[in-house]
């Protein structure tokens, strides 16, 4: 299987690094071909402008590259810290700029965005990890989880995307090395088991 990894976090030295980097080399080790991307060490730039909104909008070589990665993918695996309840800014740039109509989702004929998408994705598998500070009850009862909203209801399920995992690795400023090799293990596990070849 081909599989996309999208990273986003600023830090060479962060927990997010090495989700990322053990998701890597899982899929790896399971002969499965990767494409990677750390949005931060590329430099990726998330603004998106008014000429790219259209269906048929203008875009550069970068962009349509990563269309075309996007399009191919038979499995995603994106990697962000929980930020304001929010992706990271670059992260939330890659998605306007590149989950692009005629690419992630389009509108049935006649439909002028009023109605539901139908999605156009060639994967059917996702999976996100996060991390945070935030305590699971606080996260669930008073912010009502967002992340697993824009990701499994606002993002992947509208672009054709039906199998969704979300694991928040949490308390991570207070998390241990033990509790983080253990998160890591989980992490392959996760891999393995959403990834396994048949």
Same mark, same amino acid.
Request: glycine letters at 6%; aromatic letters at 12%.
């Given at each position: 299987?081909?599989?996309? /990894?999208?990273?986003?976090?600023?830090?060479?030295?962060? =927990?997010?690094?090495?989700?990322?980097?053990?998701?890597?080399?899982?899929? $790896?080790?399971? #002969?499965?071909?990767?494409? !990677?991307?750390?949005? @931060?060490?590329?430099? =990726?730039?998330?603004?998106?402008?008014?000429?790219?909104?259209?269906?048929?909008?203008?875009?550069?070589?970068?962009?349509?590259?990563? *269309?075309?990665? $996007?399009?191919?993918?038979?499995?995603?695996?994106? +990697?962000?810290?929980?930020?304001?309840?929010?992706?990271?800014? /670059?992260?939330?740039?890659? /998605?306007?700029?590149?989950? #692009?109509?005629?690419?992630? @989702?389009?509108?049935?004929?006649?439909?002028?965005?009023?109605?539901?998408?139908?999605?156009?994705?060639?994967?059917?598998?996702?999976?996100?990890?996060?991390?945070?500070?935030? %305590?699971?009850?606080?996260?669930? %009862?008073? !912010?009502?989880?967002?992340?697993?909203?824009?990701?499994? %209801? *606002?993002? =992947?399920?509208? *672009?054709?995307?039906? +199998? !969704?995992?979300?694991?928040?690795? #949490?308390?991570?400023?207070?998390?241990?090395?033990?509790?983080?090799?253990?998160?890591?293990?989980?992490?392959?596990?996760?891999? #393995?088991? @959403?990834?396994?070849?048949?």
């Amino acid at each position: 299987m081909k599989i996309l /990894i999208l990273l986003a976090h600023p830090s060479s030295d962060s =927990f997010n690094h090495a989700i990322a980097a053990k998701v890597h080399e899982t899929l $790896l080790s399971m #002969r499965h071909e990767v494409i !990677f991307h750390d949005l @931060y060490a590329e430099n =990726f730039d998330p603004l998106l402008g008014a000429n790219e909104i259209p269906k048929d909008g203008e875009y550069n070589d970068s962009i349509r590259q990563h *269309c075309e990665e $996007l399009q191919n993918a038979e499995g995603i695996v994106i +990697v962000h810290p929980n930020w304001w309840g929010m992706p990271p800014a /670059i992260m939330k740039g890659y /998605i306007d700029r590149v989950f #692009r109509p005629g690419i992630a @989702y389009e509108f049935e004929e006649g439909d002028y965005g009023e109605g539901i998408p139908k999605g156009l994705l060639k994967a059917k598998t996702a999976i996100v990890f996060n991390t945070s500070d935030t %305590n699971r009850d606080r996260e669930e %009862n008073i !912010f009502l989880d967002p992340l697993e909203t824009l990701w499994k %209801n *606002c993002i =992947f399920y509208l *672009c054709g995307i039906k +199998v !969704f995992h979300r694991k928040m690795f #949490r308390i991570m400023v207070t998390s241990t090395i033990e509790e983080r090799e253990n998160w890591l293990h989980e992490v392959e596990n996760t891999v #393995r088991k @959403y990834f396994e070849k048949t």
